[in-house]
């Protein structure tokens, strides 16, 4: 691993020693509205004096993640006299730790910052493997560096204050590295009643590292990372088209009714056995059981046809020919990502 990962009570100990070795001038936290309350005021006060500080919060949500913001927060670092010597600490959710890496990577050339993620999608997604960027309007992710925090510090109990659907989001993903991963482990989420419990420090740990082993063998996006995409292809359909329609999904969300399509159509063309297909699209579905696909579900297909995996007109999916085992590049005719739409519709 190219950056140290630490958890719970050994993080707070280890940032402790950092911030005390490294001698920063000023160390800058950046938070949004609802991380400053839930988990800045209580870090504060856990690690007690810092020496000079400051916090930038921006507004919770996605619209944060844009240049304009991007511009603000130069501008803030800047009156507040940061220099390369100073460190930014990013404390909050994926936008967040996207924001805040970028801003860290441009700002004097770069100076050095670390990751507090605090959702469950920012610990197990987000925080691994090197992307930061922002987005240019709707286009997601348009602007963006590759490049690692010194430092992540995940803490599980500032999931605790964390809203449900939140959380669920994110476990849709630790779901996704069980399923292109690890057969066991996906079986050991399945048995986590999300609704009621967090998931625990050793299961997020196990996310990361499946995660994190993906991308070592491929920091670039060449190939092996596509597998982190399955749930993708369809989910993200999904989610563009629920946002067109005002009834916006949450990322997560998409990506779970992403998996349940993707499972039917492993199937019908990545040989997994039918039964098993049915059954662990199923078992996604008791989770995920409130979330409706909204949308023309000719739209769908049309923006699944738009995703840039697909080459000369064919749809390129990522599929499984077991849980634990997938198929990269398999082309799927248009007719069948059709039908397995209705039947999310349907279900
Ligand atoms: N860089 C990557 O590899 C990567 C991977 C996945 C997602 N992302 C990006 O991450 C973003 C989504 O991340 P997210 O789901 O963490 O969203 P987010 O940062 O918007 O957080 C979700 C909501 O939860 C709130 N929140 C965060 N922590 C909280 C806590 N502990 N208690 C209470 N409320 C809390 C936030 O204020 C926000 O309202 C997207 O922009 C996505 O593009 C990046
Ligand atoms: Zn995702």
């Not at 090197?130 to 992710?141: A, C, E, R």
């Amino acid at each position: 691993m190219s950056h140290p990962i630490l958890f719970d009570e050994e993080a707070i100990q280890d940032f402790q020693d950092y911030l005390n070795q490294s001698g920063f001038s000023k160390v800058f936290f950046l938070v949004d509205e609802n991380t400053h309350e839930h988990c800045l005021v209580p870090l504060l006060q856990e690690l007690g004096e810092l020496g000079e500080m400051e916090v930038l919060e921006i507004e919770p949500g996605e619209a944060s993640k844009s240049p304009e913001v991007l511009v603000q927060l130069w501008m803030a670092l800047s009156d507040l006299r940061a220099d390369r010597y100073s460190l930014l600490v990013n404390l909050g959710g994926g936008v967040v730790s996207d924001l805040g890496g970028m801003l860290a990577g441009t700002y004097m050339r770069g100076i050095p910052f670390v990751n507090f993620p605090t959702t469950v999608l920012s610990q197990v997604d987000a925080s691994v493997g090197g992307k930061t960027g922002i987005n240019l309007d709707h286009l997601k992710n348009r602007v963006g560096l590759f490049l690692n925090p010194e430092r992540v510090y995940v803490l599980n109990r500032f999931l605790e204050t964390l809203p449900f659907e939140e959380r669920r989001s994110g476990y849709a993903e630790m779901l996704k590295h069980g399923l292109i991963a690890d057969r066991e482990y996906w079986k050991q989420l399945l048995q986590l009643n999300i609704k009621e419990a967090l998931p625990d420090t050793i299961m997020i740990r196990k996310s990361i590292e499946i995660k994190s082993k993906v991308v070592e063998k491929d920091f670039r996006e060449s190939g092996l990372r596509k597998i982190l995409n399955f749930g993708h292809t369809l989910g993200h359909a999904l989610e563009t088209v629920s946002h067109e329609e005002g009834e916006p999904l949450l990322h997560g969300e998409a990506v779970a009714l992403g998996m349940m399509g993707e499972l039917l159509l492993s199937a019908e063309f990545a040989g997994m056995d039918k039964e098993v297909a049915e059954e662990a699209a199923h078992r996604i579905g008791d989770h995920f059981h409130d979330v409706e696909v909204t949308g023309d579900p000719e739209r769908i297909l049309e923006v699944v046809k738009q995703d840039k995996k697909n080459r000369k007109g064919e749809i390129f999916f990522t599929l499984l020919s077991d849980p634990g085992m997938v198929k990269q590049d398999i082309v799927v005719p248009e007719s069948a990502i059709f039908n397995v739409i209705m039947r999310l519709q349907a279900w």
